[in-house]
Each structure stands twice: as C-alpha cells, then as structure tokens.
C-alpha cells in the first residue's frame, strides 16, 4: 500500500449480478482505475466509497 492509501469499496455489476470488493488507492479515481484493471472494461461501476 502506498503512504496515504485509503480503502475503498467498489459496488458493480457484472453479468447482472450485484457485488462489492475492496480497493486500496489514493482517491477514488485510482480505485476506479485498478478497479478496471483487475475486472475489464465490461464490468459497470455503481459506486466508489471510502471505508471508515
């Protein structure tokens, strides 16, 4: 994890199905990057938060 690295859980869809998993980034826009990076492009992104 990088200095300043928060959790943040990331609501999808995939294939119709609804799921969540963690991503540890600086901002939400990296999360949502090495979010699309481990699942593909075809994975819709429903939201990004920050975990308390």
Do not use: D, L, N
Not at 4 to 12: D, P, R, S, V
Not at 20 to 32: D, F, K, M, W
């Amino acid at each position: 994890m990088k200095c300043g690295a928060k959790q943040y859980h990331i609501e999808f869809e995939i294939r119709g199905e609804r799921k969540i998993t963690s991503v540890a980034a600086r901002t939400p826009a990296e999360a949502r990057k090495k979010f699309r990076v481990e699942y593909g492009e075809k994975s819709q992104i429903i939201s990004v938060r920050v975990v308390v």
